[in-house]
């Protein structure tokens, strides 16, 4: 149950020679593969060896456009300042090699990890690293879980070892410096979300092997971190150098050596005829008031709260008016483009206590969930998706809706239930709730157990061609808000 020691590397002279490795130069008059209908994934991948020794691989188009695109739209909105891994020493002789600390890690465990000699292992923010990440939850969407298992296919690597995938953005000047992964991921695989124009820079550079990926939108870059003898590869050295006039967007997929990924799958599934429908506003009283919220268990495990009346008609009309005066524009770059036109489309994000109103929603949101509110991320306006795996469960490990339309239909179709919402009404779900040890050894750290069965989807009303506006609220395993005001801070 030993945590994972911090990358120790030995300074290498960097090489003289440069060479640029361009995934369409790899290509060359080679077609892109083809796009699956029904998946949206690549038909088939080519990968390319760039380098013996140390070997590394270059995979173009290992995700498709539309892959990519979805991708940055379930971190839209919900950026946090990117944040590195450090030991805290007794002594002042500072670590060597920051890295990107354990995902698992960086979800709540890891203030408590420790390293060689008794070494804590902590996440910082630091200025070689002034990009923004977001983390995402395993099987977050079926996109996201076929995404998984491709990687875990090209890595070699058991999908239990996989990190929670992480969405990084490098804005224009946005970095981050020199830097190894640490051996305690044997496998890392980098894949690119977006191009940049053909005279931009934000490479991803290794020193010491004197190469240069061109960012190439759906390209993925592969390399072990460790040697056979078990050891830090200091020619894995790397940087990811600053975007000069563009945004790069980018996910970091790690695997570990330890079991990472836990995940409760379903074990049933029901039709929405066959469901129970709880209609939440035949619950709420007359008089009810914002004052005093009434939540009620619809679900015990995992347990599936409502609040109805939780917003009032006033608050409502408010969110729909910030969401009319213009919000920021979605991570796609504009041009209105759905990726799968069938999921979770989100409208809007509203900036935390963005307004007094806003303000007063959010403390009553954490009231509610039993989350401190630091842990709220920012919260965003959507319409929920209509088709199974397709509806956004959210980066928290408690996720909340919000009605803000007439009404509203959720179906949990592993939990057997309806829930009618009207405008106003909440539902509260957990992603995660529980943790178990990693494996049957005595002493092994326990990880947070993903449960699949508050998988979701929404029901469209009768004559509805899209689902109502609702207000979409997640809650972190980390106090993210005060890393969102830094972030925020300092753009």
Not at 22 to 33: A, H, K, T, V, W
Not at 322 to 342: H, I, S
Not at 385 to 395: F, P, S
Request: with cysteine; proline share 8%.
């Amino acid at each position: 149950g030993a945590a994972p020691e911090m990358a120790r590397i030995h300074v290498l002279p960097p090489s003289e020679a440069i060479g640029v490795v361009d995934s369409r130069q790899l290509l060359g008059e080679r077609e892109p593969p083809g796009v699956d209908p029904v998946t949206g994934g690549p038909v088939e991948l080519r990968s390319f060896v760039v380098n013996l020794e140390p070997r590394m691989v270059v995979v173009p188009h290992f995700l498709t456009e539309r892959e990519c695109g979805h991708l940055r739209e379930l971190a839209d909105g919900q950026w946090t300042r990117s944040l590195v891994g450090q030991l805290a020493r007794k002594d002042p002789e500072p670590a060597v090699g920051d890295a990107p600390p354990a995902e698992a890690a960086a979800a709540g465990e890891l203030a408590s990890d420790t390293g060689a000699g008794g070494h804590k292992i902590l996440p910082k923010q630091a200025q070689t690293r002034t990009s923004s990440s977001c983390m995402l939850r395993p099987a977050q969407t079926s996109v996201l879980e076929r995404v998984e298992h491709r990687l875990a296919s090209l890595a070699g690597q058991p999908l239990e070892n996989l990190e929670r995938l992480v969405v990084v953005r490098y804005s224009p000047g946005e970095q981050f410096s020199e830097h190894h992964d640490g051996k305690f991921r044997p496998r890392t695989v980098f894949v690119y979300l977006n191009d940049l124009p053909e005279d931009d820079a934000g490479d991803t550079f290794f020193p010491h092997l004197g190469l240069s990926f061109v960012p190439r939108m759906g390209t993925a870059v592969m390399w072990a971190n460790r040697t056979p003898e078990g050891s830090e590869d200091s020619r894995m050295v790397h940087a990811g150098r600053p975007p000069l006039r563009a945004v790069k967007y980018g996910v970091n997929c790690f695997f570990n050596e330890e079991r990472m990924r836990l995940v409760k799958q379903p074990e049933f599934q029901v039709e929405p005829v066959d469901a129970f429908v709880a209609d939440l506003r035949a619950l709420c009283k007359e008089d009810a008031t914002q004052d005093v919220v009434r939540t009620l268990a619809l679900q015990t495990t995992p347990q599936v709260l409502a609040a109805p009346c939780f917003a009032s008609e006033a608050e409502v009309e408010h969110l729909l008016k910030l969401v009319e005066e213009g919000r920021p524009p979605l991570a796609d770059g504009g041009g209105g483009e759905r990726f799968f036109a069938e999921g979770t489309v989100p409208v809007g994000t509203l900036e935390p206590a963005e307004t007094e109103v806003l303000a007063r929603l959010e403390a009553r949101l954490a009231a509610v969930s039993r989350f401190p509110l630091e842990h709220l991320g920012r919260v965003r306006v959507v319409r929920g998706g209509t088709t199974y795996g397709l509806c956004n469960r959210g980066c928290g490990q408690r996720a909340a809706l919000v009605c803000l339309g007439d009404r509203d239909e959720a179906f949990f179709p592993h939990l057997g239930l309806r829930v009618l919402l009207r405008r106003g009404d909440l539902i509260l779900w957990p992603n995660a709730w529980r943790s178990e040890p990693i494996s049957e050894a005595p002493g092994a750290r326990t990880r947070v157990v993903e449960d699949l069965r508050t998988t979701r989807v929404h029901l469209l009303g009768e004559g509805s061609s899209e689902t109502p506006l609702a207000l979409d609220a997640s809650f972190h395993d980390t106090p993210v808000s005060l890393r969102t005001q830094a972030a925020a801070a300092a753009s």
